[in-house]
Nanobody
Framework: QVQLVESGGGLVQTGDSLRLSCAAS????????AGWFRQAPGKEREFVSA???????VYADSVKGRFAISRDNAKNTVYLQMNSLKAEDTAVYYC????????????????WGQGTQVTVSS
């Protein structure tokens, strides 16, 4: 069993940067694919980014070039560096993990965090 705890959300202005962290329990987390989804008010939860155990990464087109995902396996932590934030990035951001294989769909995820709110004010 893996537990995921997000932190780092907050209220920022357009153009600002923010770094989200996802701390995981479990000794096997370093072998999992980990990543982020987000859900804006009134919208479906959508894929943001994912990273493999070998640091292969994938991004949604909407964040490509602005967001960067990374992981520190010694700390069991995954990060999402968000730069050049826009109002449309406002959402609850959820950490996600899967035992085997990359994911882009919600039903491919094995574990979820509780979410952290990111609000970008224009």
């Amino acid at each position: 069993q893996v537990q995921l705890v997000e932190s780092g959300g907050g209220l920022v202005q357009t153009g600002d940067s923010l770094r989200l962290s996802c701390a995981a329990s479990g000794r096997t987390f370093s072998s999992y694919v980990a990543g982020w989804f987000r859900q804006a008010p009134g919208k479906e939860r959508e894929f943001v980014s994912a990273i493999t155990r070998f640091d292969g990464t994938v991004y949604a087109d909407s964040v490509k070039g602005r967001f960067a995902i990374s992981r520190d396996n010694a700390k069991n932590t995954v990060y999402l560096q968000m730069n050049s934030l826009k109002a449309e990035d406002t959402a609850v951001y959820y950490c996600a993990a899967r035992r085997v294989g990359l994911f882009k769909a919600q039903d491919e995820v094995d574990y979820w965090g509780q979410g952290t709110q990111v609000t970008v004010s224009s």
